[in-house]
């Protein structure tokens, strides 16, 4: 099973080093999340400009490959799934703190899983 991480918090949040090394025992891992913290963004995607797509090594998830874009979560799940391949699973998180209620509507972490969701890919997001 081929699984792409997302979330949030950025490429180096604990979170999603933890959620892409445990992901590791379900199959084949990925890792694409925004080079800064896109917290509360909702589901924007970024359309006036180009995005930048870089591999990351330093980001300590050892052999899983791990890139940072300057975009938002939703870019992110897009330009995985378009530069890297479809996965079978799209996983997001794990959050820095709680999206509740209507805060949903305003959740990078969400939004991930949301564009997971839209391109036909399971998705779920950990907060």
């Given amino acids: 099973m081929r699984i792409l991480v ?5 490429i180096f949040s604990p979170g999603i080093k933890a959620l892409g090394l ?6 084949e891992v990925y890792v694409v999340a925004p080079d800064v913290e896109q ?3 909702g589901h924007g995607i970024t359309v006036r400009r180009p995005l930048r797509f870089k591999h990351t ?4 998830f050892g052999e899983v ?11 992110c799940v897009v330009l995985g799934v378009h530069l890297l391949g479809r996965p079978d699973l799209v996983v997001s ?5 709680v999206n509740l209620g209507l805060d949903l509507t305003h959740s ?5 899983a949301l564009e997971g969701i839209s391109l036909g890919i399971p998705s779920i997001a950990f907060s």
């Fill in 6 to 10: 997302s979330n949030d918090d950025g």
């Fill in 22 to 27: 445990a992901m590791r025992a379900l199959g």
């Fill in 39 to 41: 917290s509360a963004v």
């Fill in 57 to 60: 090594a330093s980001a300590g």
């Fill in 65 to 75: 490959p791990a890139y940072r874009v300057d975009g938002t979560p939703a870019d």
């Fill in 93 to 97: 998180g794990i959050n820095i703190g």
């Fill in 108 to 112: 990078g972490t969400v939004a991930a």
